[in-house]
């Protein structure tokens, strides 16, 4: 059963940075089902994610990262690291979003300045229940900086 749409007053930008195919098409699906309208772009590692940000118009500035901990070439808490280095892209809110439940990857995460940490359930209607909800927490509560602010000043 699709839901009304939830897209926020003013459009997020989310960015899913996220190896695993069946994970993205999920996350896809969960955000289509739960009438989340809001874009969605998609890196499948941190080298991609970073080229993507980094070069002017490949994608928008996203509002929220949902980033994922175990990838090829370069891994979310590498990933995390950097941008939280980089003043362009710093306030950049992050969110884990992994099937890793190992207290040193919850422990990394924070120290490197993710915003939430959410572990990905393994069953399927799990997940596709933790993706709604994510999505709608994303689009309903959280509150972005608008447009006109400048990066250095965004605050999360």
């Known amino acids: 059963m699709m839901h009304a749409p939830f897209q926020s007053p003013t459009a997020i930008q989310i960015l899913l940075v996220e190896d695993?195919?069946?994970d993205i098409l999920l996350t896809q699906e969960a955000f289509a089902e739960a009438?989340?309208?809001n874009?969605?772009?998609v890196a499948r590692d941190g080298v991609e994610a970073l080229e993507r940000l980094r070069t002017p118009g490949a994608i928008p500035r996203p509002d929220v990262i949902l980033l994922?901990?175990?990838?090829?070439?370069?891994?979310g808490l590498e990933f995390l690291r950097e941008i939280k280095r980089d003043p362009q892209l710093m306030t950049i809110p992050v969110i884990m979003l992994t099937t890793s439940e190992a207290e040193e990857d919850i422990l990394r995460s924070y120290e490197a300045f993710a915003a939430s940490y959410v572990v990905k359930p393994v069953d399927f209607d799990r997940f596709y229940s933790a993706i709604q909800a994510l999505g709608r927490y994303m689009v309903t509560i959280v509150r972005v900086p608008g447009?006109?602010?400048?990066?250095?000043?965004?605050?999360?």
């Open 20 to 22: 695993s195919e069946p």
């Open 35 to 37: 009438g989340i309208t």
């Open 39 to 41: 874009e969605l772009y």
């Open 68 to 75: 994922d901990i175990n990838m090829p070439r370069m891994n």
């Open 147 to 156: 447009p006109g602010e400048p990066p250095g000043r965004r605050s999360a």
